[in-house]
């Protein structure tokens, strides 16, 4: 009898659950690759990342239906500890993964339910600097240049330079992308996301 309530509740909606695979999955690509640039560590450290975690979080996640992929705050996290430890890849390794093992750890020991008991501006603060943090690791990027060093402050260094001196091509495919990203009318976003749009659109232009 319990095998057969398994057996239902894995496969009673496997259509349903295909096409919502098929449909994290096709968000999340331009998402995890952006993030792997974001990091230093290049788009297909992102993919590979979005990849395992998907596997990861099946294994060790707390509940029957999640969609899991690389997040902004350990994307600003992880590009600490690249540019720190990027001539020694094991080590970026290890704390990658002493990270995952203390997350399960405290899965375990449900701290979770703690999080509640930070005030929301905090929160909300916490959040908001990683965006500003984001943005400022990819403005010279938008205009063709890479910013030397690793970190928020020689990333914002760099922008100045950038600015008076762009990469018209390079500038010209991230105007395009943001557009798209930005003005991607919401009917066609049921069927394609914006993002993946112009992550298809973009690179084709970048080819011309």
């Known amino acids: ?30 998402l995890a690759l952006a993030f792997g640039e974001a990091s230093g560590a290049g788009p297909i450290a992102g993919l590979w990342g979005a990849i395992f975690v998907g596997f990861f ?3 060790f996640g707390g509940t029957g239906a999640q969609v899991s992929g690389p997040t902004g705050p350990m994307v600003v996290v992880f590009a600490g500890i690249y540019a720190t430890l990027a001539d020694n890849p094991a ?3 290890t704390a990658v993964m002493l990270a995952g093992a203390l997350q399960i750890l405290m899965g375990v020991l449900k701290l979770g339910q703690y999080i509640r008991l930070v005030p929301y501006p905090v929160v909300s603060g916490f959040m908001s600097g990683i965006g500003v943090i984001i943005i400022a690791l990819q403005v010279s990027r ?11 402050i020689p990333a914002l260094s ?3 330079g950038a ?15 943001l557009a ?10 049921k069927y394609i996301p914006g993002a993946l749009a112009a992550l298809v659109i973009g690179t084709l232009t970048s080819l011309v």
């Open 91 to 93: 080590l970026v390794f």
């Open 158 to 160: 760099a922008i100045p």
């Open 180 to 189: 798209i990203v930005f003005r991607w009318p919401k009917a066609w976003g």
């Open 57 to 59: 979080a099946a294994l």
């Open 1 to 30: 009898m319990q095998l057969a309530l398994d057996r239902k509740a894995i496969f009673g909606n496997l259509r349903g659950d295909i096409m919502g695979g098929v449909t994290a999955g096709v968000v999340a690509l331009p």
């Open 142 to 152: 938008l205009f063709g240049h890479e910013p030397e060093g690793g970190g928020t």
């Open 163 to 177: 600015v008076i001196a762009p990469v018209w091509s390079a500038l010209i495919v991230g105007v395009i992308s």
